[in-house]
């Protein structure tokens, strides 16, 4: 039997369920997931080997329009994965009335790529299955699509739908990574992620989006079997310092306690994790600070 390999970008608007999806798919937890829009800010990368084939998913940044430098280099880079690769999964939400103007705008991006680009309609457990057609409709008068995948990538379970049908139009190709691997993003960028995600569900709305977090320590200790992490937390303003620490210093604790079990979870083994918070005004539009965080070359 022949095997099958390539590369699946997905896109889609801000918070539609892309990093949910990359995670119920390797059924591991490689990409940060939130309720707040524009989680994701770079690729990530998310195999999944099988006896005859090799998938590469990527998730992107959620498509939208930018206010920022980071925000350009989000969907520059969403964008950029469209010619890269050889399937593309658009994902929307299934409850919605009609595509949405970030909807349109993603397709007119879509009708430009020469991948093989499939509708998955998302979050289905949501709705009833007559809300569905109409929705159908809508998009399949937008653009032809390869296929039409309804799916809740929290619950249902149809992962091997999908794989099975993205694989209908994937050539035949090399084993680009061992069989063992999942995903190709540093430990310590990993780190730093699931830190940023602590910091997402914990505080409120107007702090998530101007931090960053560099992982400025990733050591294991010679005499135990222990890594030392440290951890800059970069935030705009004063009062979101504030925020971050919380009274007492009770906020940034429970960060670095819910922090330290989820890398804990990842890396298999216990960890010493501290954590600093520093005031970088205006740094999302900071060309160098972008490039520290990993968001530019």
Request: neutral net charge; glycine residues 6%.
């Amino acid at each position: 039997m022949s095997f099958k390999s390539g590369f699946v970008s997905i896109v889609g608007r801000p918070n539609v369920g892309k990093s949910t999806l990359l995670n119920s798919i390797t059924g591991e937890k490689i990409a940060i997931m939130s309720e707040k829009p524009q989680t994701t800010r770079n690729t990530i990368k998310a195999v999944v080997t099988g006896d005859n084939y090799q998938l590469v998913f990527i998730d992107t940044p959620g498509i939208h329009k930018p206010k920022t430098k980071l925000g350009d280099y989000m969907v520059n880079i969403a964008v950029e994965s469209l010619s890269e690769v050889d399937a593309v999964l658009f994902l929307v939400e299934a409850n919605t009335v009609k595509p949405g103007p970030g909807d349109l705008y993603i397709i007119d991006q879509l009708k430009n790529v020469k991948s093989n680009v499939f509708l998955v309609i998302n979050k289905i457990d949501l709705v009833d299955k007559a809300q569905l057609l109409p929705l159908i409709d809508a998009y399949k008068d937008l653009m032809d699509f390869e296929a039409i995948i309804p799916i809740s990538a929290l619950t249902d379970g149809k992962q091997d739908l999908l794989i099975s049908e993205v694989l209908k139009v994937m050539p035949e190709g090399p084993k680009y990574f061992p069989d063992d691997m999942l995903t190709d993003q540093p430990e310590k960028l990993i780190a730093a992620e699931l830190i940023r995600e602590k910091i997402l569900q914990l505080v409120s709305d107007e702090v998530p989006h101007g931090v960053g977090v560099e992982v400025i320590s990733f050591k294991q200790r010679e005499d135990k079997n222990i890594i030392n992490i440290q951890a800059n937390i970069y935030c705009e303003k004063d009062t979101h310092k504030g925020i971050l620490i919380g009274k007492g210093g009770k906020m940034l604790k429970k960060i670095g306690s819910l922090s330290r079990i989820e890398i804990e979870n990842l890396l298999g083994t216990k960890v010493f994790l501290e954590l600093w918070v520093k005031v970088k005004p205006d740094w999302r539009n900071n060309e160098q600070m972008l490039k520290v965080l990993g968001y530019k070359k």
